[in-house]
């Protein structure tokens, strides 16, 4: 079995931590986040992942030359993005037997056999996997017909409305994204499926009871991380807080349960940190807080400064003493308040 991993998006809601770092890159607490996705697709019995990316594209090479196992990584060039039906399309062509397609920014312990499975079954031409939410706007609504055929797409409600939405996983045969145009961006979920829809495709939707995030925002990329240290998540077991082995945490220091320290990174005396993410290099001093926050490598919080809901890129600095809510610190630059 072989699948596409999406993983070529600017990651725009994430920045400024995206502008060094793609998304799929950024560590689930103790690896890239693209690690623990092909882990779980080995899990099912996939044994070829095709990746491509039009962004940051240099930043995957040490990625695909240290991953070991299955499955097997083909990179495959994306001069320009191609959009989601675009970068599938051309990640596929040549396949000759069904394959996955998924998103790879999302968090979930989806049963893959079992989906397929149904694919098989109902003989579609693509199943998309559809989550239930409480608050269905952030998000498109998908509906069904009593088959589990897929009725309509439909744009973000305005109200907050239960739904099904589309949990970015597909199952696709061959050929079934050829007449998909690689001149420009395309989105699978606004225009290929829709179009496939109208022109009679059997598209089938299959609903999960499973764990699902998307870390599309600093706030989800956190609660996943949280969730993943409370063992909300199939085949994920670490321990709250997770201190990396080269981490360095002073005793004086004071660690809330959803705190992920990461390699070489450094809690000064006294300091405090609360759901809070300390990517590799990054230092909290003595006295500082840190509440709700995502320090990239080597971000420095200085001595007895204070953030809440903190996104610092790459070597950004808060000098000591700066107290700052919801700041967003570009790569290597200084908090100015
Ligand atoms: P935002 O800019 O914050 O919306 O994030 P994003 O760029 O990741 O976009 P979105 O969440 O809609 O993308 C869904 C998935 O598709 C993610 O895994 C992206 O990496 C991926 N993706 C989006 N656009 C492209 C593209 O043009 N090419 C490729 N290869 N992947 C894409």
């Known amino acids: 079995m072989k699948a596409v991993v999406l993983v070529g998006g600017e990651g725009t809601r994430l920045r400024p931590l995206t502008e060094t770092i793609p998304k799929p890159l950024l560590p689930l607490v103790d690896r ?28 995957f090479v040490p990625f695909v030359r240290e991953r070991r196992g299955d499955p097997a990584v083909t990179w495959i060039t994306e001069a320009t993005p191609l959009g989601t039906g675009g970068a599938i399309a051309n990640a596929a062509r040549g396949l000759t037997e069904t394959f996955l397609a ?9 049963d893959l056999t ?38 309509e797409f439909r744009e973000k409600p305005a109200e907050p409305v239960r739904g099904l939405v589309n949990a970015g996983t597909y199952v696709l045969e061959p050929g079934a994204l050829d007449d998909v145009s690689l001149d420009g961006p395309v989105s699978i979920e606004r225009e290929t499926f829709p179009a496939m829809i109208a022109a009679g495709c059997p598209v089938f939707g299959h609903v999960a009871r499973a764990y699902w995030m998307d870390l599309g925002t600093p706030e989800k990329y956190l609660q996943a991380t949280f969730d993943v240290l409370e063992g909300r998540v199939g085949g994920l077991d670490y321990p709250a807080p ?32 609360e759901d809070s993410i300390l990517l590799r290099g990054s230092t909290v001093e003595e006295g500082a807080r840190v509440r709700g926050s995502i320090l990239g490598p080597n971000v420095r919080v200085g001595r007895k400064a204070e953030v809440t809901g903190a996104v610092l890129a790459e070597g950004a600095i808060v000098p000591a003493g700066v107290r700052a809510d919801s700041p967003r610190v570009p790569p290597g630059q200084i908090l100015s308040v």
């Open 102 to 110: 998924l998103n790879g920014d999302i968090l979930t312990d989806l």
């Open 114 to 151: 079992e989906l397929l499975a149904r694919h098989r079954e109902s003989g579609a031409t693509a199943t998309i996997t559809l989550v239930p939410v409480e608050d269905a706007r952030a998000f498109g609504l998908v509906s069904l017909d009593d088959s589990g055929r897929v009725r």
């Open 242 to 273: 997770f201190l990396a082995e080269t981490a360095e945490v002073s005793l004086r220091a004071h660690l809330g349960r959803w705190v992920v320290v990461s390699p070489d990174a450094r809690i000064g005396d006294e300091a405090e940190v």
């Open 32 to 59: 890239a986040f693209l690690h623990h996705v092909l882990d779980h697709l080995s899990r099912h019995g996939v044994r070829e992942v095709i990746l491509s990316s039009p962004y940051l594209e240099a930043a």
